[in-house]
């Protein structure tokens, strides 16, 4: 084995990832989710948007972010719903429609998916930690 290591070559570091989104691409894909986030966001549509294939615009917002463009949004959703539980006297089913998601059932199971507790629970604890 030590003979076999002595003759191959030691593996080169890898190479950062290439194939993302521009700059200007990611900012403004990025602008767009933002600004319709309460909305029905097709990721076909965010790739019209790149003048890119759905499939192509896929792989490269995931390179570029880490994330699926569903994951990312799903993230904006779960923050922007985090500011009105805190900020705002809206209800659940009022913050669930503000912030994309179909219905107050689904809000409620995707967020206690993401934080590990439902909304209430949530912001109980954060009212909690602010008034401390």
Not at 18 to 34: A, N
Not at 45 to 63: G, I, T
Not at 93 to 102: A, H, K, L, N, P
């Amino acid at each position: 084995m030590a003979r076999l290591e002595q003759i191959a070559p030691a593996p080169h570091p890898r190479a950062p990832a290439t194939g993302g989104l521009c700059p200007r691409r990611e900012r403004m894909v990025k602008q767009l989710i933002l600004a319709n986030l309460g909305d029905s966001l097709e990721v076909a549509e965010l790739a019209r948007a790149c003048a890119l294939s759905r499939s192509h615009f896929s792989r490269a917002f995931k390179c570029s972010t880490g994330l699926s463009p569903q994951e990312w949004i799903r993230q904006q959703r779960i923050q922007r719903a985090k500011e009105l539980i805190i900020h705002s006297a809206l209800s659940l089913t009022q913050i669930s429609q503000e912030c994309g998601f179909c219905d107050q059932a689904h809000f409620c199971h995707i967020f206690s998916r993401s934080e590990g507790v439902n909304p209430m629970t949530w912001r109980n604890h954060q009212l909690r930690v602010i008034a401390a």
